[in-house]
């Protein structure tokens, strides 16, 4: 559909339905208008999977690893093959606009949210986001780059305003977006937080450079409520106002225009851009049939076919096998001594899976990026399917890192009205009378049926212990709460709530407890209540936790197991208290005794893997006790199997850092008096590190497979044209006894430049494959932008004339190549066009 028919549609509309279709219609649709044939559009959060329209653990989703692990990828084109599992997986649940990625950077290592975002690195992140971007609309489905711009930590980030330089804010924060605007992303969202003063729903970012200098034609829409204004949101470049409906806009909106505050012509523009979208994704009747809408579209991997209960579809295996093989490509090798890794299944006789984090699989982050899998197998059960008939696998726990309770599930619990597996969750009204009844698979509810004068949701479950002794039961949620066992009430309080943050508030309420004696195999009844009133929040929840071994204790029966196996796999991590959304980190160990559980396992076994699942950096004192680490992140439903194929040799570990590892964080979160100040300008990340004497723990771009390379040539253009990427070569050998794939990165630095830059910074990188002893030579395209910089004076992207050092290696730790190349004899703004072809050589030198 052209702009002059999108014209036509805008003209039909009188000013009030204009107005109603900038804001939500609901927490998750658009306004319909069918007077112009428009149909409402369903959103759904992202990136972990597509959860769709609300939060039902019995509406199941595909779940991917967390977006950490598809950058350590750096796999494009298997990055946007999974964007276009997601697609499918939309069209199936009826979701028009995914809102994914998220494109913020891994500013600091406490950063809570880290999970969902790609990297520390601008580059790194927007050509993971832009292939991700590519995947999901080649489905007629929209990804959303969020939040623009600067959200980068969870503290105080409804609020918070963050402090940033220009050049900055041009060459690293804003850089990953415009990536995803070349890219053709169709929708873009603005975050909570401000920029220099102005929140980000009312900022100029939202025109310059978004809408105007690169192009962006699609539709802003805001985080969930970070609208908060009429005048000042409607006159910078918002257009969409989400959730609906929203009392800043609607009426006050169509107030403020009949009162000449706002320009008609300003509506128009927004209305224009979201009847765009409805073509793209087949919303408006004229453009349904428009080529990769859901209409037309073809089934994906993710697109799944209605089957027999219980029957698994040719999609969804399709799609579980990519996301078994995501698992292994993102999975980092950041030690391996010895070579212990892979291990020899022929030669295994018993092996001890042991760790907090072995037999429940963490598998996401907290927040709203979560989404309920159809089944998630754990490491534990990883390995023992792995080494079913060869091996016997033992486990222990070793450590209780997180005091967080249980919610009730299946196992053990019955719905006492019709005897299945799980709980009865009721809705009741003021007199205590039933409204509604439904049977629900786990006791943790974060949003029960929609129902009229319901004012107590009711959890109520039949448990059977299996050990008896002193167990913690819990009831969760804000205001007032009640918990009874077996008619006995053992819960009575009032829940204050004590913040704003809808993460928090609906999705993480607090837990009131109580200890209770019970024997095993006798059947039990817990009644959690929680009264709805006005501002609680949505989530409910009812918990409960056996009795367990004191932290000694527990170490010791790890030690043992591990003292009497061929080989001790330790897997350690954060939890939902540590890595969430609302919350960043204090601090970068890991929780508990895990640290210790560690240093004895290694002590009582040479032959100690250890497996760290978390979203994010943490510190690891104890690495050079262990031969082997390996970083699973979190991992996705296929966790379990995807680490055995790495563990047993079937894959290689094909993962690179996306982030510099360290035990230390170089940046804060914290704001002070509700400002973040950037101080440390560009040099984030490995950029900072290269300022220092120190070296991190693992440097950005690490990681190690199951072969080694020798890098032997490295050939770059002798002169760089003004405003034309260029290609560098890299010759290497696989000097191994396997096949293997190498990640091979570029970087630049510039010796004595007039512009203050980072020591070196990431230009390019490409993948390289050979078989034992083969060599073979990559090309890595370098954009025109690596060589240039913000000028803040001439609010333009200049080059400084002069000779830049070309770096190539393994990671921004290890680069044995180098050259001098690209001596740019003029400073006129850049353009991309189309590489040069001169070439010099340059060959090994020692690391900078």
């Known amino acids: 559909m052209t702009d002059d028919e999108l014209d036509h549609l805008v003209e039909k509309l009188d000013l009030d339905q204009k107005v109603r279709l900038l804001t939500g219609a609901t927490v998750w649709r658009t306004g319909a208008e069918p007077d112009i044939g428009l149909r409402s559009m369903a959103t759904s959060d992202g990136p972990a999977g597509v959860r769709g329209e609300g939060w039902d653990e019995r509406d199941t989703s595909l779940t991917l690893p967390s977006a950490t ?11 946007t093959r999974l964007g276009a599992l997601l697609a499918g997986e939309a069209r199936r649940k009826g979701v028009d606009v ?17 999970f969902e975002c790609f990297s520390e690195d601008p580059l790194l992140t927007g050509r993971i986001g832009a292939a991700f971007v590519r995947g999901v609309q080649s489905g007629g489905v929209a990804a959303t780059a969020k939040h623009y711009v600067a959200n980068d930590s969870e503290t105080e980030r409804l609020t918070l305003d963050a402090h940033v330089d220009e050049r900055t804010l041009r060459e690293v924060y804003l850089a990953p977006f415009e990536t995803a605007v070349d890219a053709g992303v169709w929708v873009v969202m603005s ?62 909106l169509a107030s403020a225009v009949r009162s000449g505050d706002v320009p008609e012509p300003v509506i128009d523009d927004k209305v ?12 408006l009747a004229d453009g349904a049939a428009s080529a990769g809408s859901p209409a037309s579209g073809s089934a994906s991997l993710g697109a799944l076919a209605e089957g027999a209960p219980g029957e698994t579809r040719p999609e969804e295996q399709a799609g579980r096998t990519l996301l078994r093989r995501a698992v292994s490509a993102g999975t980092v090798l950041l030690r391996n001594e010895g070579g212990l890794l892979p291990l020899d299944a022929g030669r295994l006789r018993r092996v001890a899976v042991l760790g907090p984090n072995a037999a429940v699989a963490r598998i996401q982050g907290g927040g709203s990026a979560g989404v309920y899998p159809a089944s998630a197998i754990s490491p534990l059960e990883g390995v023992r399917a792995a080494l079913a008939g060869r091996a016997e696998v033992t486990h222990a726990a070793g450590a209780h890192p997180s005091d967080l309770p249980t919610p009730v599930g299946t196992a053990g619990t019955r719905d006492p009205r019709s005897g299945e597996p799980g709980v009865l969750v009721r ?7 039933e409204l509604h009844a439904e049977r629900r698979l786990t006791g943790k509810i974060l949003e029960s049926a929609p129902v009229r004068g319901a004012r107590t949701v009711e959890i109520r479950a039949l448990v059977r212990p299996d050990v008896g002794g002193r167990w913690s039961v819990a009831v969760g ?23 704003a943050d809808p993460a928090t508030v609906h999705l993480s309420p607090p837990y009131r407890r109580a200890e209770v004696d019970l024997e095993p195999g006798r059947e039990v009844e817990l009644v959690a209540r929680r009264r709805l009133d006005r501002g609680t929040g949505r989530a409910s929840a009812l918990a409960m936790d056996p009795p367990r071994l004191s932290d000694d204790d527990e170490l010791a029966a790890a030690v043992a197991l591990a003292r009497d196996s061929d080989v001790a796999v330790v897997v350690v991590g954060t939890d939902e208290a540590v890595e969430s959304e609302g919350r960043d980190r204090e601090s970068l160990d890991l929780p508990g005794r895990q640290g210790d559980l560690v240093r004895a396992v290694a002590e009582a076994n040479p032959n100690t893997i250890v497996i760290v699942n978390s979203g994010g950096p943490v510190a690891l004192p104890w690495r050079e006790q262990v031969p082997a680490v390996l970083l699973s992140w979190f991992p996705g439903q296929e966790g379990g199997d995807g680490l055995a194929d790495v563990l047993l040799g079937t894959a290689e570990p094909g993962g690179r850092l996306p982030t510099t590892w360290a035990d230390e964080a170089v940046a804060g979160t914290t704001p002070v ?8 300008g560009p040099h984030i990340g490995h950029r900072a590190w290269a300022r220092t004497n120190d070296a991190p723990a693992y440097w950005f771009g690490h990681g190690l497979g199951y072969t080694s390379w020798s890098y032997e040539a490295l050939g770059a253009p002798a002169e760089v044209e003004p405003g034309r990427p260029f290609t560098v070569t890299v010759r290497l050998r696989n000097t191994g006894d396997r096949a293997g794939r190498e990640v091979v990165q570029v970087y630049l630095s510039r010796p004595g430049s007039e512009v203050e830059r980072p020591a070196r910074w990431l230009a390019g990188y490409a993948v390289a494959e050979a078989g034992p002893g083969e060599e073979t030579e990559v090309a890595v395209p370098v954009q025109a932008r ?14 400084e004339p002069g000779a830049f050092r070309v770096l190539a290696g393994r990671s921004a730790g290890d680069l044995p190549l180098s050259a001098t190349t690209a001596t740019v004899t003029d400073t006129t703004t850049l353009t991309a066009t189309g590489p040069t072809s001169d070439t010099v050589s340059g060959t090994g030198e020692a690391r900078p």
């Open 477 to 499: 949620g804000w205001g007032h709460v009640s918990l009874a066992v077996d008619g006995r009430l053992v819960v009575d309080a009032d829940v204050a709530l004590d913040t």
């Open 427 to 433: 809705l009741l009204d003021a007199s205590g009378d």
């Open 69 to 79: 692990a598809l950058a350590a990828t750096w796999d494009d084109d298997l990055v």
């Open 272 to 283: 224009r851009r979201l009847l765009r979208l409805a073509v793209r994704v087949g919303a």
């Open 191 to 252: 975050a909570y937080n401000g920029v220099n003063g102005a929140t980000m729903s009312e900022n100029a970012l939202l025109a310059e450079p978004l809408k105007g200098e690169w192009g962006f034609d699609g539709v802003v829409v805001s985080d969930w409520g970070a609208v908060r204004s009429t005048v000042a949101s409607a006159l910078a470049a918002q257009d969409l106002a989400m959730p609906g409906p929203n009392e800043h806009w609607g009426d006050a």
């Open 98 to 114: 995914l809102l994914a990625p998220t494109l913020n950077l891994h500013r600091s290592a406490l950063g809570g949210r880290h």
């Open 786 to 799: 690596a060589v240039q910089h913000w000028s803040v004076e001439d609010r333009a992207w200049r080059t």
């Open 673 to 680: 008096d509700g400002v973040l100040r950037y101080a440390e």
